[in-house]
């Protein structure tokens, strides 16, 4: 495998689809040029609670604007609490939502909660996703309020088990943020994992919007790359 991961490559990811993402974060991003994904999942409150969580209508809008659609399971269990049948079964019927809302077969996977396991990993293969997000453990533990992980090399790393450099969160400040960056060169890439902007329901995973701004700015200024998962692909060349 070679690789051509270029010095200062950011991966952006946002979990949950919280509504805050698409009216705060993605015009924010769509000023600076950056693409993202958005991982989608009906669990935690997103069908009771529209006005904290996006709609699918809003998610169809999201992907119309450029950005990748992922799948983060129909009820957001752990997988360490699914049999492979329960967790492949919530993941199809998230594809099954974005087929009904006109939105591709998503291609890209995250695990709720940070957790994954050998045989989610498995479970994965099978459904032929080409990329998995996790968290940032087991090299760096978590510590539940944000806090800094691995950079993704492709020959360290399963491409289903790319890891978190960056969890943003109340304890994960701009030093924090900057470091993740300073991780990302030698073929290593970035990969940052953002929340709701704010996050009420889930105040453990909170991104203060002015510091969320911050960052980006810092990122268009500094002339960063910044990516969805799927795109990826792009950088990394399999040989047969
Ligand atoms: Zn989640």
Redesign the pocket.
Known sequence: MSVSIPDGLVILTF??GVKSQKTFAAPILRECGFNATF?I?EG?NFLTDKTRYLTWEEVRELRECGFEIGN?TRQ?KSVADQSPEELLSDIHHIDHQCNHSGIPLPTTF?Y??YIHTPEAVAALKKRGFTFARRGTAPEYPYHREGGRGPAYHPNQHDPLLVPTTGASGPRWNFDDFAWSLDQAQQGRAAVLTF?GIPDLDHPWVHTEPAFFERCMQHLADNGHRVIALCELTNYITQES
Do not use: A, Q, S
Request: charged share 20%; hydrophobic share 10%.
């Open positions: 979990d949950d991982y999942t935690l983060h957001h995250c709720p909660g929340h």
